[in-house]
């Protein structure tokens, strides 16, 4: 009677149990690919690469918010006082392909400086979260913390939303 008692319990059990996860992507290998990713990000910026940039991200309509620090705006906006310019927000959105056309635009040499990485993955979905010190030459031009959001598709690991911080710099050029 025990036996069968306890074979009733294991098969309850085992009913009762979640599965095991769908996913088996071993994530240190995940992490590795995720640090190509952000280089190959760093390294378009450097390289004012539009198509190889835009090819990080799963569609160019994701989520490109930056929140500017109160001091960022007032300081900004106290400079377009007397002009026909709007104001700045605190909140602001934008796209990659904005982003990338603007520096592929420019004379000046851009990089963003990528400090204090931190990535947590199951494999299938990450995190970055990470410092940033953007830089239009050697000029510091605004810094803060940035946040990913990724998916590993049959293509490999995609950007799916990009989150940031921002302080502008408030000294002259």
């Known amino acids: 009677m025990r036996t069968a008692f306890s074979t009733l319990m294991l098969a309850i ?6 599965p095991p ?22 390294t378009a910026i450097v390289d ?30 106290a400079r377009l006082k007397d002009t026909n310019i709007p104001l700045a927000t605190r909140v602001q959105s934008g796209s990659p392909r904005a982003f990338i056309e603007s520096i592929a635009r420019s004379k000046q040499a851009r990089s963003e400086a990528i400090s204090n990485m931190r990535i ?11 410092d940033f010190a953007f830089m239009i030459g050697d000029y510091k031009s605004a810094w803060g913390k940035e946040s990913w959001q990724l998916v590993r598709t ?6 799916a939303g990009v989150v940031w911080s921002a302080e502008e710099n408030p000294a002259p050029r």
Request: proline share 3%.
């Open 48 to 77: 004012k690469d539009t198509a190889g940039f835009m090819q990080l991200f799963l569609r160019e309509d994701i989520t490109w918010n930056v929140v500017y620090t109160d001091d960022s705006v007032l300081r900004y906006n």
């Open 120 to 130: 947590d993955t199951d494999g299938e979905i990450a995190q970055v979260w990470f």
């Open 13 to 18: 059990g085992l009913l009762v149990l979640p």
């Open 21 to 42: 996860p769908a996913f088996a992507q071993d994530t240190n290998a995940s992490r590795q690919q995720i640090e190509q990713l952000v280089e190959r990000f760093r």
């Open 154 to 159: 049959d293509a490999g690991w995609k950007i």
